[in-house]
């Protein structure tokens, strides 16, 4: 059974830090660009980051460059995202999604691979 399972979500002030895990599983981890996706009330899903199969490359959104770190434990198969310099405007439902690739200055789902979604994890920043 393939499965992603974000945790690290939370309630955190504007400035401060969240880390999410992206713990993965049923499929070649390897294999996969791995990214984070996040949609708020009332918006589409937007892609944040992006990191390449190999680690060798990572893609982030405008809105988020300077602030978000995207990195990979392919040992354990989680893909981490570390917000720093958190907004308000950040607050949303995270998920994990495999695969991922740059499109067009963000982040878009979907590859040749069949493709995964997490069940997400709650970012909310108060102001």
């Known amino acids: 059974e393939v499965q992603l399972v974000e945790s690290g979500g939370g309630l955190v002030q504007a400035g401060g830090s969240l880390r999410l895990s992206c713990a993965a599983s049923g499929f070649t981890f390897d294999d996969y660009a791995i990214g984070w996706f996040r949609q708020a009330p009332g918006k589409e899903r937007e892609g944040v980051s992006c990191?390449?199969?190999?680690?060798?490359?990572?893609y982030y959104a405008e809105s988020v460059k300077g602030r978000f770190t995207i990195s990979s434990d392919n040992a354990k198969n989680t893909v981490y995202l570390q917000m720093n310099s958190l907004k308000p405007e950040d607050t949303a439902v995270y998920y994990c999604?495999?695969?991922?690739?740059?499109?067009?200055?963000?982040?878009?789902?979907?590859?040749?691979?069949?493709?995964?979604w997490g069940q997400g994890t709650q970012v909310t920043v108060s102001s």
């Open positions: 990191i390449s199969s190999s680690n060798e490359a990572t």
């Open positions: 999604e495999a695969p991922c690739q740059p499109y067009g200055g963000t982040v878009v789902a979907g590859g040749s691979l069949n493709t995964y």
